[in-house]
C-alpha cells in the first residue's frame, strides 16, 4: 500500500495488481488530482497518505481525502453530511452512505468551475471538525458484524467501496462475515474479499462470471 502522496499520484494506491501500471486509475486523473492537490495546498490543513491514498487532517482528525475512481476523480468529505450544500453538488458513495459525502472531478476544466465551491466545502469541513460537530448515524437493520465496522472505521476507502455496493450485495457479505463463531475466523473472511469489495463484486460475482466463460 502507498505511504506517500507522491508515490499515489506516480504509481497509484498500491490496493490492488494495477499500481505501477498505465492501467491505473490514477493514471486517468492525473491533471484532475494534481489541480485539487493545488487548492488542497493552501487550506491549512495537514497532507499526509492514509489507506493508500492522500488523506488530509487538522488536529489529528482526519477531514477528506482525495482519491482516483473509474469513472471520476473526487474529494471526499469525512463529514459531508454536515455540509451545507445548497447547489446539490455532493453525492454520496453509496445508497447506504450516512456520513461521508463527494464532490466528483471528470475534467480539468470542472476543477477549475468548481474551485470557489471547492474551497467552500473545505472551509466549511475545517469549521465542522473545529466546532467538535459529529453525526449520528443509524443503525443497520442488518446488524454488521463488529469485526466489519471496525476494519471499516480504519479504512475508509474500503468504507465507501463496501456503501457503494448494492443493499443485496452487502446483505451477503454481512451474511457471510457473520456466520463463524470465532472473531479471527470472521477477520479473514473479511481480509479475502478485500479486493472483490474493491471491485464492487458481490460475494459470489466472481463464481457467476467464471460460469458464463
Known amino acids: 500500500m502507498q505511504t506517500t502522496v507522491e508515490g499515489y499520484l506516480t504509481e497509484g494506491c498500491g490496493r490492488c495488481p494495477l499500481g ?9 486523473w492525473s491533471a484532475e488530482l494534481h489541480a485539487l492537490r493545488g487548492i488542497l495546498s493552501k487550506s ?28 471520476h476523480c473526487a474529494i471526499s468529505f469525512f463529514k459531508g453530511a454536515l455540509l451545507k450544500d445548497d447547489a446539490g453538488l455532493l453525492s454520496t458513495p453509496g445508497p447506504n452512505s450516512q456520513a461521508s459525502r463527494l464532490l466528483k472531478f471528470t475534467s480539468p476544466d470542472a476543477v477549475e ?7 467552500d466545502f473545505i472551509q466549511q469541513a475545517i469549521a465542522i471538525e473545529n466546532a467538535g460537530l459529529q453525526i449520528e448515524l443509524n443503525k443497520s437493520p442488518e446488524p454488521w458484524p463488529e469485526e466489519l465496522q471496525e476494519w471499516l472505521e480504519q479504512d475508509p476507502v474500503l468504507k465507501d467501496a463496501f456503501e457503494a455496493l448494492t443493499p443485496g450485495r452487502q446483505r451477503g457479505y454481512v451474511l457471510y462475515f457473520s456466520a463463524p463463531k470465532q472473531s479471527k475466523t470472521r477477520i479473514s473472511r473479511i481480509e479475502k474479499c478485500v479486493d472483490k469489495i474493491m471491485n464492487g463484486e458481490g460475494l459470489h460475482d466472481a463464481y457467476q462470471k467464471k460460469g458464463k466463460a
Open 20 to 28: 505501477g501500471t498505465p492501467g491505473c486509475k490514477v493514471h486517468a
Open 44 to 71: 491549512g490543513l495537514i497532507e499526509t497518505a492514509k489507506w493508500g491514498v492522500p488523506c488530509y487532517t487538522l488536529n489529528g482528525k482526519n477531514v477528506l481525502l482525495l482519491s482516483a475512481f473509474k469513472n
Open 113 to 119: 468551475a468548481l474551485r470557489e465551491a471547492t474551497h
